[in-house]
């Protein structure tokens, strides 16, 4: 079965640091990865994705996620964190009924990033 | 161009009454899901519907959950009747192609007291 880990509930980062939130991944066939961002009392966004080509792939409000097939991970990043990037961010896999065609996302635990001003 | 839509977006509810959840998914696709997270878990995959047809329906819980499309646009989930430990959020998704990318919706954030 496919399944992400998020290894780090949390994350602390000042405002203009770099950040980087963990994700790993486990699957059968080649991954279809996602990252998705739900800011406090609002609905999951949809970040990027990596199915294949380019290791780095650019998502929405300046994130990026490098995809590394030798370790297994697809960590999310950004060169300059902003207060305003504190939400709780999802790392999800695709899962593909091989029978069907028909997907579905499996997702990590999520990781809280908290950016202090 | 409108998201994912859902109705309502806060409910609190006793424990075993009836609740039930709409979702208007983004114009034109006609796969629609449900997942839901409860307790600060992960997010949860519980169904899928491709227009009316539901094509997996693994991830229900128990039959006390009841999702429908009927006409294939908007889709209701019902949950009857309700305990506590079904509090928690569920968010709608769609996509348009059957691998093409899933948005969400905002949520509705529900609590069983």
């Known amino acids: 079965a496919q399944s992400v880990a998020q290894p780090e509930d949390q994350v602390n980062v000042a405002e203009g640091n770099p950040l980087t939130v963990k994700c790993t991944y486990s699957v059968s066939g080649n991954p279809y990865l996602f990252w998705y961002v739900q800011y406090p009392n609002r609905g999951l966004q949809f970040l990027l994705k990596?199915?294949?080509?380019?290791?780095l792939v650019k998502g929405s409000y300046g994130f990026e996620a490098e995809f590394n097939k030798s370790q297994t991970s697809f960590h999310l990043k950004k060169p300059s964190a902003l207060v305003s990037d504190s939400a709780l961010y999802f790392c999800?896999?695709?899962?593909?009924?091989?029978?069907?065609?028909?997907?579905?996302?499996?997702f990590g635990t999520g990781t809280r990033l908290l950016v202090s001003p | 161009e409108a998201g994912v839509t859902q109705f309502p977006s806060h409910s609190v509810i006793e424990k075993g009454q009836t609740v039930t959840l709409r979702c208007d998914p983004i114009s034109g696709h006609d796969n629609l899901y449900w997942y839901r997270r409860v307790m600060g878990k992960e997010i949860k995959f519980l169904l899928h519907f491709v227009k009316e047809s539901k094509q997996d329906e693994s991830g229900m819980p128990n039959n006390r959950f009841l999702a429908e499309r009927t006409g294939g646009t908007y889709s209701t989930l019902k949950v009857q009747p309700a305990e506590l430990e079904d509090s928690g959020v569920y968010f709608c998704?769609?996509?348009?192609?059957?691998?093409?990318?899933?948005?969400f919706g905002e949520g509705s954030w529900l609590t069983v007291v």
């Open positions: 998704a769609s996509s348009h192609a059957t691998a093409g990318t899933i948005y």
């Open positions: 990596y199915i294949t080509g380019d290791n």
């Open positions: 999800a896999v695709r899962d593909i009924t091989s029978n069907t065609g028909f997907q579905k996302l499996v």
